[in-house]
């Protein structure tokens, strides 16, 4: 218990625990300073409905009564749905660290395999993340669309996971085979699973500034679970690797064979296992905590939700792309996000090859995870005082200095100096995580506003789709380059040292392309046209429709009893004028 190691490891859970409860803290004492206002009005007009003989306030007219939504959602509820982020969420982050120096150091596969894995599973996406969407959208049980498909992905996606950290005793074609395959139906899994969770955004609520603080406590969950997912595994890994006692590739031989080294693929598999078991049980909370309401998907108004379910596959995807607001929002997402792709495969090799700080790479991973799980409440309160765009924007300038600063750094850089430096750009990476995912839900609204359709489950597989594709093609790209730059898994002995070339690929790929790509995505955000008051415009837009639907639905429902009671009185007017003739001829 009090060996360096053990204690090394309950510090870094006790600094996971407090940067956890910090964070929920900060989003729950936010949101309920938006909401003490909203509360008063509830609780006045909870009080007229009760001395109101007929339960309703004067004045009160029931908003779209086929959606059962309240109107301020229960703390409870949105922390239940947020904490369905934490299955995607940690595995996908630690596939995104781990996989690919995992595939390369511990598995022994060849560089290019490895490049032609992260490429086949994005491209798998292509097909998986549209074609779920468009199933999604067109399911209708007893149970609801989502849930069923949520309640369907999650054990095989993480028996999935779990089976990509084994190390079977293969050969190099065999093992390809087993990442391969295991990848693809990791991908397909947590597709099923993604893309109906992200669409119950629009199920917690109509009001947006609801949605916000659902989307808010999501990203703090789903950085928490980033936290600990890629922390867990990397305390773990750090504490069963040694590199002393690797021992030596046996070179004389003629296929000079990878050997593995077991405490490493040990430490893989238990890290994987571990973070598998908090995965089930958090999905388990979201699946049985959050009720989905079966009708919210039947869109806006008359019978949009009917045609919103009979457009065809290829007409859902016209319908998204001629969305101005989404195909901007797609692109600024979408280069934003190839850029913290391209830092987040290639971060351990960079510290690695780059500074020679392999040995203390997870002490870096917690300061970026920490920082970027701590700034989500200074984000969610920047997009409220100067909109979504702009804090985007914001958020994208703060990671350019200490992104293109790397360059020029020398190896025996100190450790504080590259503590800071990466504190200083994760402030910037809260916004990637946080803001996109906030302002989707208004391109919604909007696109409902302009064609009667919300079809949300279309557009967040479209969202997730080129998300995915975007950092596949990225990660394809960087692996390849490292495999050209002379790039050896094979060594012969810890001590033979790589390539010149390696730390000149590496310091490119970490500083130079996510620069650019950064740059690109700040470019697309200028001409984003949903702004703050747009969308309060949207909204009201919405509230009017909305209200004179309830109307003409009341009106119908008044002359349908109308209708009823005039064939009452009539029919108890024909029986008293037949019982009057009956009374008449008997006396």
């Keep these: 218990w009090h060996c360096p190691s053990f204690v090394w490891l309950r510090w870094h859970a006790a600094l996971i625990v407090d940067s956890s409860a910090c964070l929920i803290q900060s989003i729950n004492t936010l949101i309920m300073s938006q909401d003490v206002g909203e509360g008063v009005g509830l609780l006045v007009e909870d009080a ?5 003989p007929n339960g309703i306030a004067p004045s009160e007219e029931p908003t779209m ?7 301020v959602v229960p703390f409870g509820r949105k922390m239940a749905f947020a904490l369905g982020a934490f299955p995607s969420m940690s595995t996908h982050t630690v596939v995104g660290f781990f996989l690919a120096p995992f595939l390369l150091e511990v598995a022994g596969v060849p560089a290019y395999i490895v490049s032609v894995c992260t490429f086949l599973g994005r491209a798998w996406d292509a097909v998986t993340d549209p074609t779920v969407g468009y199933l999604v959208s067109r399911t209708n049980t ?3 669309a989502l849930k069923p498909w949520m309640s369907a992905a999650l054990l095989p996606c993480i028996l999935c996971y779990f089976c990509l950290w084994l190390v079977p005793d293969w050969s190099d074609s065999s093992k390809a085979a087993y990442y391969i395959l295991l990848y693809l139906g990791y991908q397909t899994c947590f597709t099923m699973y993604q893309v109906p969770y992200t669409s119950l955004t629009m199920h917690v609520s109509r009001d947006g500034k609801q949605r916000d603080q ?38 004389s031989a003629d296929d000079n064979k990878f050997t593995v080294y077991q405490p490493a693929a040990d430490a893989y598999m238990l890290s994987g296992g ?11 909370i979201v699946i049985f905590g959050v009720p989905e309401e079966k009708t919210a998907k039947q869109g806006g108004s008359g019978s949009s939700g009917a045609t919103a379910n009979t457009l065809s596959f290829w007409k859902s995807f016209k319908s998204c792309m001629k969305n101005k607001s989404y195909t901007i929002l797609t692109l600024m997402f979408l280069w934003a996000w190839m850029a913290n792709n391209v ?18 790479f997870q002490y870096f991973l917690i300061t970026l995870l920490s920082t970027t799980t701590l700034a989500l409440p200074f984000w969610y309160s920047m997009m409220r005082w100067f909109g979504k765009p702009t804090a985007f924007s914001i958020g994208l300038l703060i990671q350019l200095p200490w992104t293109l600063a790397q360059f020029w750094l020398p190896p025996d850089v100190p450790s504080l100096a590259l503590h800071a430096g990466i504190c200083t750009s994760s402030i910037g990476l809260g916004a990637v995580y946080l803001l996109p995912w906030a302002m989707l839900p208004d391109v919604i609204d909007e696109n409902q506003l302009n064609t009667g359709q919300r079809n949300e489950a279309v557009f967040y597989s479209f969202f997730v789709f080129f998300q995915k594709f975007g950092s596949g093609v990225a990660i394809a790209a960087s692996t390849l380059a490292i495999q050209y730059s002379g790039y050896k898994n094979k060594l012969c002995c810890p001590e033979t040292s790589q390539p010149p070339g390696v730390r ?14 950064i740059l690109i995505s700040f470019f697309f955000t200028q001409y984003y046209p949903l702004t703050t008051e747009r969308c309060a415009e949207i909204k009201a837009f919405l509230a009017v429709r909305f209200e004179k639907r309830d109307k003409e639905d009341q009106a119908t429902e008044t002359f349908a009893l109308d209708d009823d009671a005039d064939e009452d009185v009539a029919q108890d007017e024909e029986g008293y004028t037949s019982m009057r003739g009956d009374t008449s001829t008997s006396v």
């Design 142 to 144: 007893r149970y609801g």
């Design 214 to 251: 659902a989307t808010a406590l999501r990203m703090g969950i789903e950085t928490v679970a980033l936290l600990m997912g890629s922390v867990v595994q990397g305390i773990i890994i750090a504490s069963f690797v040694t590199t002393e006692k690797k021992e030596c590739n046996d070179c």
């Design 504 to 517: 000149t690929t590496l310091k490119w790929l970490a500083t130079v392309t996510p620069a650019v790509l």
């Design 65 to 71: 009564p086929s959606i059962h939504v309240p109107e």
């Design 274 to 284: 571990i973070i598998a078991v908090l995965c089930l049980i958090t999905g388990t």
């Design 48 to 52: 007229s409905r009760r001395q109101s």
């Design 343 to 360: 830092n987040q495969a290639n971060f351990i090799l960079w510290l690695k090859y780059g500074f020679d700080r392999e040995a203390e």
